[in-house]
């Protein structure tokens, strides 16, 4: 009887694990290099699925997604919330008229290029002033070799699989 229970225990947890594994954390290898230097092609991340059901996401969290018209899935980084008024101005991201840093972005080098992130308004590019209930703009880190909301528009939330962590 002792022997039975510990079996199934043992099945019990086993079956607990791949549920876990596989329903709410998946992995998820970066490709391409719109994230870097934060993600690195090729690099794998563990994606918490059920996190955003209970956890509203901030500005900045890092999300794995479908864009719009697309089978893909994108990582990028959260710049703007809903009820949030974003725009660029001289590699200045400003949220309601707030200047914010973004300490996860390259610093500029002494080459070529004068601007990380060209001006744009949240207007130009959505025809919105505010972002939506129920929507989310997104920026890859590496701007300059990013598809991102500046291209394809606002995010539904409802296509956001799962929030980004590191997998060493």
């Given amino acids: 009887m002792k022997k039975r229970r510990i079996a199934f225990t043992t099945v019990g947890v086993c079956l607990v694990a ?5 329903l709410i954390f998946v992995e998820y290898k970066v490709e391409g290099v719109s994230m870097q230097p934060t993600y690195e092609e090729g690099r794998l991340l563990s994606i918490n699925k059920l996190g ?7 500005r900045f969290d890092i999300v794995v997604f479908y864009p719009p018209n697309s089978d893909e899935i994108y990582v990028k980084r ?3 919330l809903p009820g949030d008024e974003i725009h660029y101005k001289d590699d200045q991201l400003y949220v309601n ?8 972005l390259p610093l500029k080098d002494n ?12 207007e130009e590019i959505t025809n919105d002033i505010k972002i939506p209930k129920g929507y989310i703009f ?16 606002l995010v539904k939330m409802d296509d956001v699989i799962g929030t980004a962590g590191d997998r060493k």
């Avoid at 791949?18 to 596989?22: D, E, R």
């Avoid at 080459?111 to 949240?122: E, I, Y």
């Fill in 97 to 104: 008229n707030k200047a914010v840093n973004e300490p996860f």
């Fill in 111 to 122: 080459s070529n290029v004068t601007k990380l992130t060209g001006n744009f308004t949240l």
């Fill in 52 to 58: 955003v059901y209970f956890t509203p996401l901030k």
């Fill in 18 to 22: 791949i549920l876990l594994k596989n």
């Fill in 138 to 153: 997104v920026i890859g880190d590496n701007r300059l070799q990013s598809r991102d909301s500046r291209h394809f528009g």
């Fill in 78 to 80: 959260v710049i703007g």
